[in-house]
């Protein structure tokens, strides 16, 4: 697929064979390691085309947190740091009476990531036990996957078995009413050892590769409470060091990885709780929270910031020009993206590296001469390459789904570039634009590499790309009638003082974001607003009566008194609303605006209905959705009556928010 030989054009980076050799490399070395170990393996599996190999390795390593870092080219294998760990799983009550256990997310992150769950293997006593299968709506197995990510758990059902797989892949839009998957009997298990709720195993990893697990009864009442609160602070500590240092991360199985490779020595020992106990019952200082459109845990009552551009770091690992050139304009694709394009063009019969430059470079990226010539010819380097082997006929299967992925990949590399290089104060977009785009573009990115070589998948994989697709196309253009709707408001507002000659009043456009949930609001307020009247906007746009006490925290507890302008002038941006002990509101001060006299408070954007103020925290919150939206009939109506009759999830009425907003009147300097 690559020309050998184009002088300055096509550098050569790992070959897939090389990168299948670093992998197994990692699944086998069982402890630390250097980077010139790693280099020998991979040469020795596959000698050829070494050119950047040592760089390329360490990249990719890096970049993509395949291996705990110890110094400089030296690093820990997840097998090395994992396998000789045990930790905890705590069966639920469904799955006593149901004589099972799921393994689900139960080993992150100490089984070997190449591994679906359902390929585990546990023994109980030097004996492999034995696997059954259990039949119910997919919603009901859902929880036993969110640790992975709530937004990944239909896949991990539908990957259970094919046909799993052709039920989700009928209807991409709409769940399955049941599924089939494999879970571990138990019945003997539970029943010689008198298993009771709140009994649990200790699992200690047998064979990391292979996905091999020991288990070994432990009695809810033998563990001291001491000893769980031990590691329940060794827990919230690592979490916090892996956000710390990490971020948000790839995704929540690397997030966990990390707080235990950050936390300390406690919290690699039993007695622990498993991490289901910890993250939805014990733990008041992490929590799930929205990333774009996915999730993450992050600190609770806490905001993951956004992005001010597209995630570049999906690529980071190549090093080839091509490469390196798109991503300094911030263009962030691989090799195979642009090679995709390319099969593209001949499938649409227009092959001209012009045409797919200006595909893959929107005509706003101001891309220099040199840079732009340097990508021209890897372009006409590949396209002369592949009309050698190209005809349609082969592709009629692979390129409509290639075109779709295509159109939507410059659709967003082209939304992207107009909001970085635009006119207007990014922080009118709406909340984690720059994540949700990223997030797009790199799935988008993913499918055109699945469809960049000559090989035709299967017919389920091409089924579950077309499909996925499907997903990716209605997300963008949800998102981007929202950007719209955003910059309408903002040149509104722009205009309104251009052309005002009265009083100007200085306003702040605040974020308000309620932890734990998907509810969010932006506000404009006038600076001389205090954090006392912000209270009773917070109240109102939420829904809420005023029945709890409150305060303001940045680093300190905050006056009451103190205006927004005040809190400028503090370099304070960012504060804590805490309503109660349960509900936390993250308040970010974002841009500031000149607006003709003194206008009322107004809520330009916003998502998802509040929780009802009364509900005890967003654990407690997000069962009772989960109940409302996938509960049989008793568990419905028990949400019903707790949330009340009149309560709608995900429900959010701009208009009569900013008619509730109209009855507040704001007092300034001394009329305070």
């Given at each position: 697929?690559?020309?050998k030989?184009?002088?300055g054009i096509?550098?050569l ?29 991979i ?28 110094r400089?080219k030296?690093?820990m294998?997840r ?9 905890v799983i ?10 099972i256990?799921?393994?689900?997310h ?9 591994l679906?769950p ?6 109980w006593q030097?004996?492999a ?10 919603e009901?197995?859902y ?15 539908a990957k259970?078995?094919s046909?799993?797989?052709e ?8 769940d ?14 539970y029943?010689?050892?008198s298993?009771v709720?709140?009994d ?5 990893t047998?064979d990391w ?8 009864k ?12 031990a ?5 919230e ?17 690397e997030?966990?990885?990390?707080a235990y ?5 406690r ?5 622990a709780?498993?991490?289901e ?17 996915e999730?993450r ?5 806490r ?7 597209l995630?570049?770091?999906a690529v980071?690992?190549?090093?080839t020009p091509?490469?390196?050139?798109l991503?300094?304009n911030k263009?962030?694709?691989s ?16 092959g001209?590296?012009?045409l ?5 470079v ?5 891309m220099?001469g040199?840079?732009?010539v340097?990508?021209?010819?890897y ?6 390459e ?10 009629k ?11 939507l990949?410059?659709?967003?590399i082209?939304?992207?570039s ?8 990014i922080s ?11 997030q797009?573009q790199?799935?988008?990115a993913?499918v055109?590499?699945d469809?960049?070589s ?5 017919e389920?994989?091409?089924?579950a790309l ?5 997903s990716m196309i ?6 981007k009638?929202l950007?719209?709707?955003?910059l ?9 003082v ?25 506000i404009?307020?006038p600076?001389?607003?205090s954090l ?8 109102t ?7 709890e006490?409150?305060?303001f925290?940045?680093e ?5 008194k ?6 400028e002038?503090?370099?304070t ?6 309503y109660?002990?349960k ?19 107004r ?5 998802g ?8 925290g967003?654990v ?16 419905r ?13 995900g429900?959010?009425?701009?208009e ?7 009855s507040?009147?704001?007092?300034k300097?001394?009329?305070r």
């Amino acid at each position: 697929m690559r020309k050998k030989g184009h002088k300055g054009i096509i550098h050569l980076p790992m070959t897939q064979g090389q990168e299948e050799a670093l992998y197994d490399f990692l699944d086998s070395v069982t402890g630390s390691f250097k980077l010139d170990e790693v280099v020998s393996f991979i040469q020795m599996i596959e000698p050829k085309r070494k050119n950047l190999l040592a760089q390329e390795v360490e990249n990719y390593i890096n970049s993509r947190n395949m291996a705990f870092l110890v110094r400089e080219k030296y690093w820990m294998s997840r097998r090395g740091f994992f396998a000789p760990l045990s930790f905890v799983i705590s069966p639920s009550r469904l799955e006593l009476v149901n004589g099972i256990l799921i393994p689900g997310h139960r080993c992150v992150p100490f089984a070997n990531t190449g591994l679906l769950p359902h390929e585990y293997i546990f023994t109980w006593q030097g004996s492999a036990i034995p696997y059954t299968t259990t039949e119910g709506p997919p919603e009901e197995f859902y929880p036993y996957y969110s640790i992975l990510g709530e937004e990944y758990a239909p896949q991990y059902v539908a990957k259970d078995n094919s046909e799993n797989e052709e039920a989700f892949n009928g209807d991409p839009f709409d769940d399955p009413p049941e599924v089939s998957i494999r879970t571990i009997d138990m019945r003997n298990i539970y029943r010689e050892t008198s298993f009771v709720p709140g009994d649990r195993f200790v699992v200690r990893t047998l064979d990391w590769k292979q996905g091999s697990f020991e288990l070994e009864k432990v009695s809810k009442d033998e563990w001291s409470a001491a000893d769980l609160e031990a590691w329940l602070l060794a827990a919230e500590e690592g979490f916090e060091s892996s956000f710390g240092k990490l971020g948000p991360g790839s995704c929540t199985e690397e997030q966990i990885a990390y707080a235990y490779w950050y936390g300390s020595p406690r919290m690699r020992e039993v007695p622990a709780y498993s991490l289901e106990d910890y993250i939805y019952e014990k733990t008041n200082r992490i929590e799930t929270s929205a990333y774009g459109i996915e999730t993450r845990f992050w600190y609770a009552g806490r905001e993951i910031p956004d992005r001010k551009d597209l995630d570049l770091s999906a690529v980071s690992s190549e090093i080839t020009p091509v490469v390196l050139v798109l991503q300094k304009n911030k263009i962030p694709v691989s090799r195979y993206v642009i090679q995709s394009y390319v099969l593209d063009s001949l499938f649409r019969e227009n092959g001209n590296e012009e045409l797919i430059l200006e595909r893959l470079v929107p005509a706003r990226v101001e891309m220099d001469g040199k840079d732009k010539v340097s990508v021209i010819e890897y372009i006409k380097a590949v396209l002369d390459e592949y009309r050698a082997f190209y005809t349609p006929f082969t592709d009629k299967v692979m390129g409509p789904i290639r075109a779709r992925a295509g159109e939507l990949h410059t659709a967003v590399i082209e939304l992207a570039s107009k909001l970085n290089k635009g006119d207007f104060d990014i922080s009118w977009l709406p909340r984690h634009t720059f994540i949700i785009l990223s997030q797009i573009q790199m799935h988008t990115a993913g499918v055109m590499e699945d469809l960049a070589s000559s090989d035709t998948p299967s017919e389920a994989e091409l089924e579950a790309l077309d499909n996925s697709l499907d997903s990716m196309i209605e997300t963008y253009e949800e998102v981007k009638e929202l950007i719209d709707e955003a910059l309408e408001s903002f040149r509104r507002n722009r205009i309104a003082v251009i052309h005002s000659g009265s009083e100007v009043v200085t306003e702040r456009l605040l974020q308000l974001s309620i932890g734990g949930t998907d509810a969010w609001r932006r506000i404009i307020v006038p600076e001389y607003c205090s954090l006392g009247e912000l209270h009773k906007i917070i109240q109102t746009v939420f829904g809420w009566n005023g029945t709890e006490a409150y305060k303001f925290n940045a680093e300190s507890q905050l006056d009451p008194k103190t205006t927004i302008k005040e809190l400028e002038e503090a370099n304070t941006v960012e504060l804590l609303y805490e309503y109660g002990t349960k509900w936390n509101v993250r308040v970010i001060v974002l841009s500031r605006q000149d607006t003709p006299g003194p206008k009322p408070v107004r809520c330009v954007a916003g998502a998802g209905a509040a929780p009802p103020e009364f509900i005890p925290g967003p654990v407690k919150y997000r069962r009772l959705l989960y109940a409302l939206e996938s509960g049989n009939d008793v568990e419905r109506q028990g949400a019903r009556q707790e949330v009340g009759p009149d309560f709608v999830p995900g429900e959010f009425d701009l208009e009569a928010c900013n008619k509730l907003l109209g009855s507040i009147i704001l007092l300034k300097g001394q009329n305070r």
